[in-house]
């Protein structure tokens, strides 16, 4: 049996499979059937709410970017490479252009690992495929947009980002939707294999709405030297979303850093997790997830596996609860597996501490004022090592947040 | 009296409880333009309940009396409005703000008149500007950071909790220099118009800062007002209970 068949056929017997964590969702209730759109040429994009994106960190301009990729439903718009060294195609363009990409397809996130992996394989609706060529150094970041349109849409996506040894590259991705009121699922694989001494930063950027359910699941695996850099922003109600990303870093000295900043509603269901397995000498993983609760329910997870001696690794999770009735649910968890590691974790769950909000009032600012400031220092982590455009655009993304929040 | 300034602070028979039980009482106390005074008192005696009840802070629930501020009652007004109107206080134990830079607070007290780069030299913080407010810092870190955010306010009134407890030799000198500045110290005593209440258990801080009067929290209220240095005398001879049988 080949490899393609063998893959479907694990699809298949997973068809029913529920997630580990998250509600399940009853996909009968979704349709992979859109309109097939044309392509488009940036700066002529006419199926997209501009302002929705940019809102999600990308620019249909395409200003400042190494390339971008748009798709909306299953149609890719657009999908153009701007940089030498750097490869954006759809991932349906880049199997046919490069057979060896097989090897890359469900490597790391298994295709039997529930339903929705199942139906990205059995429902397939394209994807990205970002490349950077051994040594190429993305000037700016890439874009991707991934984007909603068609009501009780399913959009089913497997990307493919290679940094190849000794590159680097910057991607951002944002998700949206074209109206408030869309009922839909969005359902993401992500591979990611980062070579010898590169590196990749990935920040996505979720700009989601009231009635949409996502599902993503991506791995990345990370070689001798290689740094893998995620930072996840949620700062918009969703009706459920459960990502549990995982970095394995396999190779010496490999090291991943985790940032996710979410906000959780009423009404919405937040699952954020990542995992972290460290199976060679040196590696480092760290992550940092800052979660505020107005209402619904937002669980966050961390889990560090160290499996040889000799790694590094820290979870730190606070969330701030800003309205009575909301959860936040922080479960951290350490498993080392040998002697002569070194793990660790910190989690606080509360809400604004009096002292504080009274501290900033005795230098002259109003109970609001202190409020908000407390709240965007709690929202700000550093984060080294992102392009700086990415780094405003996570700050717009907060400060937007903010005026909505308070 | 030598002073012929306005009177800033005024403390009429200021009473005060936390939970049912009575911290201050019959507290009675005044502060002129450009005059500093100096409160001292063991631990635990509330001087810093005082400090917070003056600038409008904390759990503390006043029975009876009034707080005037420039002629103004301000006795329930909330911080920020003591605030505007010219009163600061630094902390004895702030709290820390996490994601809040120093150079950012500074920003927001100066409304961005003030530049936070050239305020931090003066008192060897520059280093800390990008630093979370607090986070991790020493004793001395903590009381320059203090000092930083007043001299960005530049209050009328200072309200100073134990400037130098925990401070090293050689910060603490930075943190005179630092009270001195905000206090007008270089200002001929009658052009000047910046006040201060001092808290000190050990009265140290009086090597580095000239106070005008000095007075004592003994059981609850204030006692003995006169020249501080000849109060922190007889403290350091006879012990703070040496306050009580002097009055009488
Ligand atoms: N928030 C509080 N809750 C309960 N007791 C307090 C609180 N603040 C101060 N106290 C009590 O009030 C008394 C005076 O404290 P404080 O004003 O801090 O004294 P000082 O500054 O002179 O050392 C102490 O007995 C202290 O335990
Ligand atoms: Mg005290």
Request: hydrophobic share 40%.
């Amino acid at each position: 049996m080949s490899d393609l068949s063998e893959i479907e056929e694990r699809a298949k017997k997973a068809k029913e499979k529920p997630a580990k964590y998250g509600s399940d969702i009853d996909l009968e209730k979704f349709t992979t059937e859109a309109p097939n759109y044309p392509q488009q040429d940036l700066g002529n994009i006419d199926l997209v709410d501009e302002e929705r994106l940019l809102n999600a960190g990308v620019d249909i301009t395409g200003k400042e970017r190494s390339g971008s990729f748009i798709q909306v439903d299953g149609s890719v718009l657009h999908a153009v490479q701007t940089q030498d060294g750097i490869e954006v195609m759809s991932t349906r363009d880049a199997l046919e252009t490069y057979p060896w990409l097989q090897e890359y397809l469900w490597k790391i996130v298994p295709v039997d690992s529930d339903k929705y992996t199942a139906s990205a394989e059995l429902a397939f609706q394209n994807g990205y495929f970002i490349r950077a060529l051994p040594g190429a150094k993305s000037k700016f970041p890439v874009q991707a947009c991934l984007y909603l349109k068609e009501n009780k849409i399913s959009q089913n996506v497997h990307n493919i980002v290679i940094a190849e040894e000794g590159s680097e590259l910057h991607i951002v991705t944002g998700c949206a939707t074209d109206s408030p009121e869309l009922r839909a699922l969005h359902i993401g694989i992500s591979e990611f294999y980062i070579k010898k001494n590169a590196k990749i930063t990935f920040t996505m950027i979720h700009n989601w709405a009231e009635n949409i359910a996502v599902r993503p699941r991506s791995a990345t695996r990370i070689e001798e030297g290689g740094v893998f850099l995620n930072n996840y922003v949620c700062l918009h109600p969703v009706e459920s979303l459960q990502l549990y990303p995982t970095a394995y870093m396999a190779g010496r000295g490999a090291v991943s850093r985790f940032n996710s900043i979410v906000v959780g509603y009423p009404g919405c269901e937040m699952d954020i997790g990542s995992k972290g397995v460290l199976s060679a000498p040196e590696a480092r993983c760290e992550m940092i997830t800052r979660a505020i609760s107005t209402g619904g329910k937002t669980i966050t997870r961390g889990l560090l596996v160290g499996e040889v001696p000799d790694i590094k690794a820290h979870l730190e999770c606070r969330g701030l609860i800003l309205e009575g009735d909301g959860e936040i649910l922080s479960i951290p968890e350490l498993d080392g597996k040998v002697a002569g590691v070194d793990m660790s974790h910190e989690a606080a769950v509360g809400k604004i501490a009096q002292e504080e909000v009274e501290y900033l009032m005795a230098r002259g600012l109003t109970e609001d004022e202190a409020v908000a400031t407390i709240v965007r220092g709690f929202m700000h982590v550093d984060i080294t090592g992102l392009p700086p455009v990415l780094k405003e655009q996570i700050d717009h993304a907060i400060e937007l947040s903010e005026k909505s929040l308070l | 009296m030598d002073n012929i300034g306005q009177k800033v602070l005024e403390v009429n028979n200021l009473t005060v409880t936390i939970n049912g039980n009575t911290l201050l009482e019959h507290i009675f106390l005044e502060i002129y333009e450009g005059e500093t005074l100096m409160l001292f008192g063991e631990n635990g005696s509330g001087k810093t309940s005082l400090l917070m009840t003056i600038m409008g802070l904390g759990p503390y629930k006043i029975e009876t009396g009034s707080i005037f501020f420039k002629g103004k009652e301000v006795t329930h007004l909330p911080p920020s409005e003591r605030a505007k109107m010219g009163i600061g206080i630094m902390f004895q134990r702030p709290p820390t703000i996490r994601g809040l830079k120093v150079r950012e607070i500074l920003e927001l007290i100066g409304h961005n008149s003030t530049d936070p780069e050239e305020l931090a030299e003066s008192l060897n913080f520059g280093s800390f500007l990008d630093r979370d407010l607090n986070l991790g810092f020493s004793g001395g870190e903590i009381k320059r950071a203090e000092l930083l955010q007043l001299l960005a306010q530049k209050p009328d009134l200072a309200l100073l909790d134990e400037p130098e407890s925990g401070v090293d030799l050689v910060s603490i000198s930075l943190v005179g220099e630092a009270i001195r500045k905000l206090l007008e110290k270089d200002v001929h005593h009658r052009r000047r118009k910046k006040a201060g209440l001092i808290i000190s258990h050990s009265g140290h801080i009086l090597d580095y800062v000239e106070a005008d009067r000095g007075c004592v929290l003994v059981n609850k209220t204030i006692w003995c007002m006169g020249n501080p240095h000849e109060i922190i005398q007889g403290i350091r001879k006879q012990g703070y209970k040496g306050c009580l049988t002097c009055q009488k």
